[in-house]
């Protein structure tokens, strides 16, 4: 029978720490276990077209503009199935998984999207932006988080 597993996962669009907790529920004990970092993501303009292309009408001679990829939310996406991807993986290799999602809420929101319905039900969600923070300081906010639920 394997460990019963408890992760982290701290993260924003850009970077992601993903940690092993062996601690206790108000005294977490944070062990990185590995690093994501998003590719560059230049400004659109170095992306793609400046501005959007044009399509004619079906019926008459009217043009109407096309909408213009938003690149950086593609971006986004693709880094949040990345760590989606990683979490399945652990998932799998854990019996009874804990996992904690500390991010700000836009990415949360990616990220939640991204995520199995499984996991996502079985995870605990935190909207905050921790990444900057040194892991000590990620394990107090932790800790008051957990102990505000009760």
């Not at 970092?37 to 303009?45: E, V």
């Not at 292309?53 to 019926?59: D, I, K, L, M």
């Not at 990683?86 to 999602?101: D, F, P, S």
């Amino acid at each position: 029978m394997m460990r019963k597993g408890k992760t982290i996962l701290v993260c924003d669009s850009r970077k992601a720490l993903l940690f092993d907790d062996f601690g206790s529920l108000l005294r977490p004990r944070l062990q990185l276990r590995s690093v994501f970092q998003a590719p560059d993501n230049p400004p659109t303009g170095q992306q793609g077209a400046d501005r959007p292309g044009r399509t004619f009408q079906s019926v008459g001679r009217q043009r109407s503009a096309m909408e213009q990829t938003d690149w950086h939310r593609l971006a986004k996406e693709r880094f949040a199935d990345e760590i989606a991807a990683a979490l399945v993986e652990i998932n799998a290799a854990h019996w009874a998984h804990q996992l904690t999602i500390v991010s700000p809420p836009a990415f949360l929101a990616f990220l939640r999207e991204a995520l199995p319905v499984q996991i996502r039900l079985q995870s605990r969600s935190i909207a905050k932006d921790l990444i900057g923070l040194r892991v000590e300081e990620i394990a107090r906010h932790l800790a008051a988080a957990r102990s505000a639920v009760g």
